[in-house]
């Protein structure tokens, strides 16, 4: 499969992998950290007969974290789930490449509606700042994981676009080289 981040202009080819480096990294040690807290949480329990207090109170913005990063990522490898059944049946190669742009340019006007109302989510979260909405018992502020939610939905459209252009600047040819590189991979 050819990586998005080696048909971007090179500057923006290497931040996209530096930041998906950082995502990455963020991605494996939240997962974990979540394992060893469920560990703990079993040990705790069964074996000391006590309890971890409000662990799910501090794992809670995490998964939304790790969702929408984890999400945007799969919008980077282009890996989300699709029912999409048209993908077979087309075999000339500028109607695949039309079917993408189609589909990449609804992604795209999704994810930046989407953005928006993420933004104003945060920014109302902002305006009640003294007053913000806080766990119960470790007071974490539900505006982390709503930064989680809008970082994640940032990053989606950010990939969503650089896929637009990669399809547009490579035209028809980028779907035959994808189809190729996705043969010899399968072989």
């Given at each position: 499969?050819?990586?998005?981040?080696?048909?971007?202009?090179?500057?923006?080819?290497?931040?996209?992998?530096?930041?998906?480096?950082?995502?990455?990294?963020?991605?494996?040690?939240?997962?974990?950290?979540?394992?060893?807290?469920?560990?703990?949480?079993?040990?705790?329990?069964?074996?000391?007969?006590?309890?971890?207090?409000?662990?799910?109170?501090?794992?809670?913005?995490?998964?939304?974290?790790?969702f929408?990063?984890?999400?945007?990522?799969?919008?980077?490898?282009?890996?989300?789930?699709?029912?999409?059944?048209?993908?077979?049946?087309?075999?000339?190669?500028?109607?695949?490449?039309?079917?993408?742009?189609?589909?990449?340019?609804?992604?795209?006007?999704?994810?930046?509606?989407?953005?928006?109302?993420?933004?104003?989510?945060?920014?109302?979260?902002?305006?009640?700042?003294?007053?913000?909405?806080t766990?119960i018992?470790?007071?974490?502020?539900?505006?982390?994981?709503?930064?989680?939610?809008?970082?994640?939905?940032?990053?989606?459209?950010?990939?969503?676009?650089?896929?637009?252009?990669?399809?547009?600047?490579?035209?028809?040819?980028?779907?035959?080289?994808?189809?190729?590189?996705?043969?010899?991979?399968?072989?």
């Amino acid at each position: 499969m050819i990586e998005l981040a080696d048909q971007l202009p090179p500057r923006i080819g290497l931040t996209v992998k530096r930041l998906l480096k950082i995502k990455s990294f963020f991605l494996i040690l939240s997962t974990f950290i979540l394992a060893l807290t469920f560990f703990l949480v079993v040990v705790f329990r069964y074996v000391l007969e006590s309890d971890l207090f409000a662990y799910e109170e501090w794992l809670l913005p995490m998964c939304f974290w790790l969702f929408f990063l984890g999400s945007a990522v799969g919008t980077y490898d282009d890996t989300q789930i699709r029912a999409d059944i048209l993908e077979e049946w087309f075999t000339n190669p500028r109607t695949i490449w039309l079917r993408r742009v189609i589909i990449t340019s609804i992604e795209l006007i999704v994810s930046v509606f989407l953005v928006y109302w993420a933004v104003l989510m945060l920014r109302d979260e902002i305006a009640s700042y003294p007053q913000w909405q806080t766990t119960i018992a470790l007071r974490i502020p539900f505006f982390v994981p709503r930064l989680g939610i809008c970082v994640g939905l940032v990053f989606m459209a950010l990939y969503s676009a650089l896929h637009l252009y990669v399809l547009l600047k490579l035209g028809p040819a980028s779907v035959t080289q994808n189809t190729d590189s996705a043969k010899e991979t399968a072989e």
